[in-house]
C-alpha cells in the first residue's frame, strides 16, 4: 500500500519537474503535431470522463431529480411531487442546522491539527537521511494504507469502556479515570473522533506538503542561508512561499475529505450525543428511513456545501490547482 | 451514497458477467438454489440449512447468506434489495418489529394454507403475534426471544429479595443502590433500548402506538400516559443515580454481560443467549465455576407491584421474499427448519428459544437451559414492539428523546418524544 502511494507521488513530482502540457497563453494556430497531441489527450482521457459522467453526474441529476418529490422506498405507490417541500422541511429543521456545525467544526479542527503536524512530517522526511527516508515514510503512511472503518474500530475499542485500555494508561491524566465513558458525552465523543481523523489521515496531507517541498529550489534557500538567514526566516520568507500553492491544494483537499466524513461517527457513536454529522444524516433519512426524497434533498444540499467550501477555497483564498502540479 | 449503489451497480454487471463466464465451466447441475439470509448466530442456522438441503434429496439446496449483525442494518438491507425486486432472496430471518413494513409493501410472498396450518401449530401465542400482519400469517415462527431478570444470588440474599416470587423494578434498584452495585440494562442509543423502553410501557400496562395499523400521519402515541411517566421515572432514576454504571449510555446486551460477570454486577435484564455465553466463559478459564453458581433467573421484573411484566419480545420468524423464483420451495424448506425438534437443537447449540411450545420438553432442552420453563412462562407473558409499519421511525424517535437515559424526565420526556415523533411521521421533522 504505502509503496504505491510513495510511486504515486514519484509520479506526481516527475510532471511537476517536466513542467509537461500545452502553453495555454499561445492561443494562435496550432501545429499539426498539437492538434494530434490534443486528439490524443482526449482518447487517452474520454474513458475516464465518460465513466466519471455515469458514476458521479447521472447520480447527482437522480439525487436532486428525486428530492422534488415526497418517496418512501416502502410505499412507491404514495410518491408524490412536492416541489422543495422537502428542502423546506430540512432547511427549517435544527437537525440540519446542528449537523452542519458539527460537521464544520470537525472539518476545522482537523484540517488545522493536520496541517501542522503533516507539515512537522514532510519536513522529517524531506531532510531525512537517505538512508532512513523508505522506512520513515512507510511508517508515517502506515495509518493512511488502514481502511477507515478498520482504523474507527480501533480507535473505539481503545477508548470504549468495557474494553478499552486508553482509561487505565491514562487515569493519571486529570479528568481521564476508569469511570470515563468516552462515548457518552458530546465532547469526548468529538475528541476522539478529531483525533482518529487526524491520526487517519495527516499522511495524506504531508505527502501533498512534502511534493510541495521538493519543488522549492534548493539554490534560493542556499542563498538565504549564506546570506545569514535563520532557520525560522528561511522557512517563512522562502520556504512556505514558494509552497503556497502546494498548501493550499492541501487544505482544499482535506477540508472537503473531512466535510464528507462518515466512518469514524458512524461506527463510534452513529450520531448519539449530538455527534450526528451530515453524510450521517443523510445516511439515516435515504438508507435508514428509506426516505429517498428528504435523504435526496439532503445530500443535494451535501452536495452544494461542498461546492461552496471548493468556490470559497478557489475563488477567495486563490487555490491555483495548475499551479500545484508545475503546470505554469 | 448515490454515487456508491450507481458504481456498485456497474460491478454488479461486470461481476455477473464474468460469473456468466465461471458458470459455463462449471458442471450443470440443475437443482434449484434457494439462498437463505440470516442474522449472525453460532452457525446453528448454517447447520440446519444443511440437513434440510439434506432431506429435500435433491429438490432444493439452501445456501445461507449473513446479513449485518445488528438487526437494524439487516432490515436496512432486506429492504433496499427488496424495493429493487432482488430475485435472490428466497428465505429471510426477520426481526419481528420490521415485518408489518415488509408485509404492508408487499415484499414477502403469501404463506400458503396448508404450511400456515403446519407452521402455527403449538406455537407460543407471542411468537405466532409477532408472525403476523393483520390477523394474518406472514411469516413463519421460527425462534421466539424473551429477556429474563438475571441475578447474584448472593446480591438478592443480601437485599432480603425473595426471588422465588416476582419482584418489581424499585426492588432491584433499591438493591443496587444499597450495596453499590450496578444494574444490568441497556441504555444504548440503539434497537436494544427501544426493546428497554416497551417493556416497561407495556409492564405498566401502556402501548407506545395506541393504533399501529394505522397510516403515517394518523399514528396515536400512548406516552403520555400514566404508564409512559411511570417508564420514564424508572429509566430517569436509573440513570441520573448511576445504577446502571458509567458504561450505561453506551450499553448494549453484550456490555450488560460484561458488567454483571464483574464484581459489582447485580441484576440484569437480558436475553437467554447470555447463559451458553457465562458457561462458555467458564470453560474458557475466564470466569471461576462459583460466578456460574452464584447466577439465578427469573421473570422480567414488575413496574406495579402485583401486575405481571410484560417482558420483551424479540427472536426471528422466516419470511420469503415476494420476487423469489421459488416461492413454494423457499415455504417447503421453511416448514423444514422450523420442525419443533430444529428449533429444540438449535436453542440448545444457539441458545435461541423456540416458537414451539413443544420444543421446550426437549429433554437436551431441559438439561442444557435449566430455566426452560422460566423462558416458556416469560414467552406466555411476553408483549411485542409496536407492530406498526413505521416501526424504524417510532423506534428511531423514541431513541433520540430518550437518550442519554440520565436525560429522561417523566413530566417532560413522554411528551416531548409524542411531540418530536408524531411530527417525523407526519414528515415536519428529520430524525
Request: aromatic fraction near 10%.
Amino acid at each position: 500500500m504505502s509503496t504505491e502511494i510513495t510511486g504515486a507521488t514519484a509520479g506526481v513530482t516527475a510532471q511537476s519537474t517536466r513542467g509537461a502540457g500545452p502553453d495555454r497563453a499561445s492561443k494562435p494556430r496550432k501545429s499539426d503535431r498539437a492538434r494530434a497531441e490534443a486528439r490524443l489527450g482526449w482518447w487517452l482521457a474520454g474513458p475516464a470522463f465518460v465513466v466519471m459522467l455515469a458514476v458521479t453526474a447521472y447520480p447527482i441529476l437522480q439525487a436532486v431529480y428525486d428530492s422534488l418529490f415526497r418517496y418512501r422506498l416502502t410505499a412507491p405507490d404514495d410518491r408524490a411531487f412536492v416541489g422543495l417541500g422537502n428542502y423546506g422541511v430540512v432547511l427549517g429543521d435544527p437537525v440540519f442546522w446542528q449537523s452542519l456545525g458539527v460537521t464544520t467544526l470537525i472539518m476545522i479542527i482537523t484540517v488545522a491539527i493536520e496541517l501542522v503536524l503533516g507539515f512537522a512530517l514532510a519536513l522529517v522526511m524531506h531532510r531525512a537521511v537517505l538512508r532512513l527516508r523508505g522506512l520513515l515514510r512507510t511508517a508515517i503512511l502506515v495509518p493512511y494504507g488502514i481502511i477507515t472503518v478498520v482504523s474507527a474500530f480501533a480507535w473505539f475499542y481503545a477508548f470504549d469502556i468495557n474494553s478499552g485500555y486508553v482509561n487505565s494508561w491514562f487515569s493519571w491524566v486529570p479528568g481521564i479515570s476508569e469511570d470515563l465513558n468516552w462515548f457518552a458525552g458530546t465532547g469526548t465523543s468529538l475528541f476522539v473522533i478529531i483525533a482518529s481523523e487526524v491520526w487517519k489521515t495527516t499522511p495524506f496531507i504531508s505527502l501533498l506538503l512534502l511534493a510541495g517541498l521538493a519543488q522549492v529550489p534548493g539554490d534560493l534557500e542556499e542563498a538565504a542561508q549564506v546570506d545569514g538567514a535563520t532557520w525560522w526566516q528561511r522557512m517563512k520568507r522562502v520556504v512556505l512561499p514558494n509552497m503556497k500553492a502546494a498548501i493550499m491544494v492541501a487544505v482544499l483537499f482535506r477540508a472537503l475529505d473531512a466535510f464528507r466524513i462518515f466512518d469514524n461517527v458512524f461506527i463510534m457513536t452513529n450520531g448519539a450525543n449530538g455527534t450526528t454529522v451530515l453524510s450521517l444524516l443523510a445516511y439515516r433519512t435515504s438508507i435508514g428511513r428509506l426516505e429517498i426524497g428528504l435523504g435526496s434533498a439532503i445530500s443535494v444540499l451535501l452536495f452544494l456545501c461542498v461546492i461552496v467550501i471548493c468556490f470559497i477555497a478557489i475563488k477567495i483564498f486563490k487555490v491555483d490547482l495548475a499551479g500545484a502540479r508545475g503546470e505554469k | 451514497m448515490r454515487v456508491r449503489r450507481r458504481s456498485r451497480a456497474i460491478a454488479g454487471v461486470s461481476v455477473l458477467a464474468l460469473g456468466a463466464g465461471l458458470a459455463a465451466c462449471a458442471p450443470a447441475d440443475s437443482t434449484p438454489v434457494l439462498t437463505w439470509y440470516t442474522n449472525p448466530d453460532a452457525g446453528g442456522q448454517a447447520t440446519l440449512a444443511q440437513q434440510c438441503t439434506e432431506e429435500a434429496d435433491g429438490a432444493y439446496r439452501i445456501e445461507v447468506s449473513v446479513l449485518p449483525r445488528d438487526a437494524s442494518s439487516q432490515r436496512e438491507q432486506l429492504a433496499r434489495r427488496l424495493a429493487a425486486s432482488d430475485s435472490s432472496i428466497d428465505l429471510m430471518s426477520l426481526d419481528p418489529p420490521f415485518i408489518p413494513e415488509l408485509a404492508n409493501a408487499g415484499f414477502l410472498a403469501p404463506v400458503p394454507d396448508d404450511i400456515a396450518e403446519q407452521v402455527s401449530q403449538d406455537v407460543a401465542e407471542g411468537a405466532l403475534q409477532g408472525a403476523s400482519w393483520g390477523d394474518e400469517l406472514v411469516t413463519v415462527p421460527f425462534w421466539a426471544n424473551t429477556q429474563l431478570l438475571w441475578y447474584k444470588k448472593s446480591v438478592a440474599e443480601a437485599a432480603g429479595l425473595d426471588m422465588s416470587q416476582p419482584v418489581t423494578w424499585d426492588q432491584v434498584m433499591d438493591a443496587a443502590r444499597d450495596q453499590d452495585k450496578t444494574l444490568g440494562v441497556q441504555g444504548i442509543k440503539a434497537e436494544a433500548y427501544t426493546v428497554w423502553i416497551n417493556a416497561l410501557v407495556e409492564s405498566a400496562g401502556g402501548q407506545i402506538v395506541e393504533n399501529p395499523e394505522a397510516p403515517a400521519e394518523d399514528v396515536e402515541l400512548g406516552l403520555e400516559t400514566d404508564a409512559g411517566r411511570e417508564a420514564a421515572r424508572i429509566i430517569g432514576e436509573i440513570g441520573e443515580d448511576g445504577l446502571g454504571g458509567p458504561g450505561l449510555p453506551t450499553q448494549d446486551e453484550n456490555a450488560s454481560l460484561t458488567q454483571f460477570q464483574g464484581d459489582n454486577g447485580s441484576f440484569m435484564v437480558n436475553w437467554p443467549f447470555v447463559w451458553p455465553a457465562m458457561q462458555g466463559s467458564v470453560a474458557d478459564g475466564a470466569l471461576d465455576q462459583s460466578f456460574l453458581d452464584d447466577v439465578g433467573w427469573a421473570v422480567y421484573p414488575q413496574v406495579t407491584e402485583g401486575t405481571d411484566a410484560a417482558p420483551p419480545y424479540g427472536g426471528i420468524n422466516l419470511g420469503v421474499g415476494a420476487f423469489s423464483e421459488h416461492v413454494d420451495l423457499a415455504y417447503q424448506a421453511a416448514a423444514c427448519i422450523v420442525q419443533p425438534e430444529n428449533q429444540a437443537a438449535y436453542f440448545v447449540t444457539d441458545g435461541n428459544p423456540p416458537a414451539s411450545t413443544v420444543a421446550y420438553d426437549d429433554p437436551e432442552v431441559q438439561e442444557t437451559f435449566p430455566m426452560a420453563d422460566v423462558i416458556r412462562q416469560s414467552l406466555e407473558q411476553a408483549a411485542p414492539r409496536p407492530q406498526t409499519p413505521y416501526y424504524n421511525e417510532v423506534s428511531q424517535g423514541l431513541q433520540e428523546t430518550w437518550h442519554p437515559p440520565a436525560s429522561v424526565d417523566p413530566d417532560r420526556t413522554p411528551q416531548k418524544s409524542t411531540d418530536f415523533i408524531t411530527a417525523v411521521l407526519r414528515g415536519e421533522r428529520l430524525l
